[in-house]
C-alpha cells in the first residue's frame, strides 16, 4: 500500500463471506463495473476452473470455513508459541484450514508438471511418466531401412557398413533372445558379432539396443552413435539415442535425437512421442502437444499416446480436448486407469462433479492401489464414521507397496477423511505423515528464501519503468486485475465472482506477472549484490 497507494483494493475473506451482496457491489464499484446480478450467482458460471477449488466455487457461499484451523489448535501450540514470542496474539488469527477443502477458498496449485502437490490436489492426474525408456527398436534381419529420399543409397563408408544385419544364422539367434527381453544372453553373442562385423550399423543399434533393456543406458548412447555414424540415415538409432538421452535425463539431447529421427523418417510416430517427453520436460508444453498430436495422427489406435496426449491437453486447461483424447483412450483400452483419472478430472474442471466421481471410481474399480482416484474423491465429499471409502483408504495404508509419493498422498487424504469425522488426532498424525514425506522430496533451503525476499524488497525499492496497457482485440479497452493473496485464502472465489461479470475475463494462474517483475526488475537485481 505504501509502494503503490491507492492501486490495491484490500478485500477481507470473512466480509465478503458474511455480506456477500455488499461487498460484491464494493469490489465492482473499485473496478468500475455496473452491477450485475450473476456476480452473486459465481457458483453457476461454467467458465474452467483449474486451482483445487474447482469444487468449491461451484457451490453458494458459505461461512465458518475460516475459523476451520481452531479445531487444530491444541496441535499448533509450538507455532502458536512461537508466534506469540512474535507479538502475533492466535485469538486475532483469521486464517482457513490446509485440511479441509470444503470451503470457500483455494491453495496455489502446483507450479509445474514435475512437482506433486502439498496437498491432493483435485486436479492431480496420474500422468504416463515421460522420462522412461521406450521400447528400442532394431532392425528385422535382412530388413533394411527405407532411405528418406528417393534414389540410390550411397555410404562413405566401406561395403560393410549396411543398412541391414548380416546374413549370419547367428544374428537371427541374437534377435531372437533380445526380443525374448534376454538382455544378459544376448549381450555376448552381440558383442562376438561385432567383433566379427565391426562396421555393421545395425549390430551397433542392437548393441545399444540390449544395454538400454539391461539398463545400462550411459553405456548404450556410445552404441547409437556408432550406428549413427556408420550409417547417418538410421532413424531407428536416432529414436533410441534420444530415449537413451530421456532416461539418462538429459532432455536437450534427446529433444535433438528425435528431431534428427522424425527428419528421416517423418513418419516415426514413436519418435515424435519421445520428443513430445523432451519438449515437455523442458518446459515448451505447447510444443510437446503439437509433437504428441503428430504422433497420434500417425498412429491413432496407440491408447497410451491418447492417454498422455489427454493428459498434457488437461495441463494446459483445455478440458474439453482432454475428455475427447482420453475418451478415445478408453475405448481402445478400457482397463487404461490413468485415462480414466485424467477424464475425471477434466470432468472436474468443468464442474461435472457427479461424472467426476464417477469415473474416479471406474479406475478405482480397475485398480483398488489407484490413491490419485481416492484423493481426488475426497475433495468431492464429506465423509462419515463406517465410511468404506476409509476402510479402503486405510486397506490400502496396511497392505504397503506403494511408492513414495503415492503414501504420501495417502496420508493427506485420510487426514481430511479423518477431520471430516472430527477425529482429529488421527487426522494431525496423516498430515504429519504425509508432509514429512513430502519434506523429503524438497530440497528445501531457507537461505534461497531469504535471498529471494531481499531482492523483492530492493526491486520494489526502485523506480520502476513504465508499462502502458495496450487495446484488447478488437479495439476494447483492456485493464488486468491482479488477485494476490496467502495460499487458501480466497483467491480463487474472488476471481470467480468477477468472471461472472460480463465485463470480465478470469484467466486464471497465469505466469505472467511473475515473469513481469523479472523482467522489469533484471537490471536493478543485476546491482542488487553491491547496492543493499
Not at 461451484?58 to 507455532?79: A, D, H, I, N
Not at 553373442?189 to 540390449?210: F, K, M, Q, S, T
Not at 478415445?328 to 462433479?353: C, F, K, M, N, S
Amino acid at each position: 500500500h505504501e509502494r503503490f497507494p491507492g492501486r490495491i483494493y484490500r478485500l477481507i475473506y470473512e466480509e465478503l463471506t458474511e455480506n456477500q451482496e455488499q461487498e460484491t457491489r464494493r469490489l465492482l464499484d473499485y473496478c468500475g463495473l455496473p452491477w450485475e446480478d450473476q456476480c452473486l450467482e459465481f457458483h453457476k458460471t461454467d467458465r474452467v476452473v483449474k486451482t483445487a477449488s474447482l469444487a468449491q466455487v461451484r457451490q453458494k457461499m458459505y461461512t465458518g470455513s475460516s475459523e476451520e484451523w481452531r479445531r487444530f489448535e491444541p496441535y499448533l501450540s509450538p507455532m502458536l508459541d512461537r508466534l506469540a514470542e512474535l507479538g502475533v496474539d492466535s485469538r486475532s488469527l483469521r486464517l482457513t484450514s490446509g485440511v479441509d477443502p470444503d470451503e470457500g477458498s483455494e491453495p496455489d496449485r502446483e507450479p509445474s508438471p514435475q512437482e506433486a502437490s502439498t496437498t491432493v490436489e483435485t486436479a492431480m492426474v496420474d500422468t504416463v511418466p515421460v522420462a522412461t525408456s521406450p521400447p528400442a527398436e532394431v532392425v528385422p534381419v535382412g530388413g533394411p531401412l527405407t532411405p528418406p529420399t528417393a534414389g540410390p543409397l550411397v555410404l562413405d563408408k566401406p561395403a560393410a557398413a549396411t543398412n541391414q544385419a548380416p546374413a549370419d544364422p547367428d544374428v537371427a539367434v541374437l534377435v531372437r533372445h533380445f526380443r525374448a527381453r534376454e538382455h544378459a544372453v544376448a549381450l555376448p553373442l552381440c558383442e562376438e558379432l561385432l567383433e566379427r562385423y565391426p562396421d555393421n550399423a545395425v549390430l551397433h543399434n542392437i548393441h545399444g539396443a540390449i544395454l538400454a533393456g539391461l539398463g545400462r543406458h550411459r553405456e548404450a548412447v556410445p552404441a547409437y552413435e556408432q550406428a549413427l555414424a556408420l550409417f547417418p540415415e538410421f532413424p531407428m538409432a536416432a529414436n533410441n539415442l534420444g530415449n537413451a538421452f530421456l532416461v539418462l535425463e538429459d532432455n536437450a539431447r534427446a529433444e535433438e535425437s528425435y528431431r534428427l529421427a522424425v527428419e528421416l523418417k517423418p513418419d516415426h510416430h514413436q519418435a515424435y512421442s519421445g520428443l513430445s517427453a523432451a519438449q515437455e520436460l523442458l518446459g515448451r508444453p505447447k510444443a510437446a502437444k503439437a509433437s504428441l498430436e503428430r504422433a497420434v495422427e500417425l498412429h491413432a489406435d496407440d491408447a497410451g499416446y491418447l492417454e498422455r496426449l489427454g493428459t498434457l491437453r488437461h495441463k494446459q486447461g483445455d478440458n474439453e480436448g482432454a475428455i475427447e483424447a482420453c475418451r478415445r483412450a478408453i475405448e481402445l483400452a478400457p482397463d487404461l486407469v490413468g485415462a480414466r483419472i485424467t477424464l475425471g478430472a477434466a470432468l472436474q474442471g468443468l464442474g461435472h462433479l457427479e461424472e467426476a466421481e464417477q469415473t474416479f471410481r471406474a479406475a478405482i474399480d480397475i485398480n483398488p492401489s489407484a490413491v490419485v482416484a481416492h484423493g481426488n474423491i475426497s475433495h468431492l465429499k464429506t465423509y462419515s464414521e463406517g465410511d468404506p471409502d476409509i476402510a479402503s483408504l486405510l486397506g490400502l495404508l496396511e497392505s504397503g507397496g506403494l511408492d513414495k509419493a503415492d503414501l504420501r498422498n495417502l496420508h493427506i487424504t485420510l487426514a481430511k477423511a479423518f477431520s471430516d469425522t472430527g477425529d482429529l488426532e488421527r487426522s494431525m498424525a496423516h498430515l504429519v505423515e504425509g508432509k514429512r514425506l513430502r519434506k523429503e522430496e524438497l530440497p528445501y533451503d531457507i537461505e534461497q528464501d531469504r535471498k529471494m525476499l531481499e531482492e523483492l524488497k530492493y526491486a520494489f525499492s526502485v523506480p520502476w519503468p513504465s508499462a502502458p496497457v495496450g487495446p484488447a482485440p478488437g479495439g476494447r479497452s483492456f485493464q488486468p486485475l491482479f488477485i494476490l493473496s496467502m495460499p487458501r485464502s480466497g483467491t480463487t472465489l474472488v476471481e470467480q465472482i468477477l468472471a461472472s461479470h460480463s465485463q470480465v475475463y478470469g484467466a486464471g494462474e497465469l505466469g505472467v506477472f511473475h515473469k513481469m517483475i523479472v523482467k522489469a526488475t533484471a537490471s536493478q537485481n543485476a546491482g542488487f549484490g553491491a547496492s543493499k
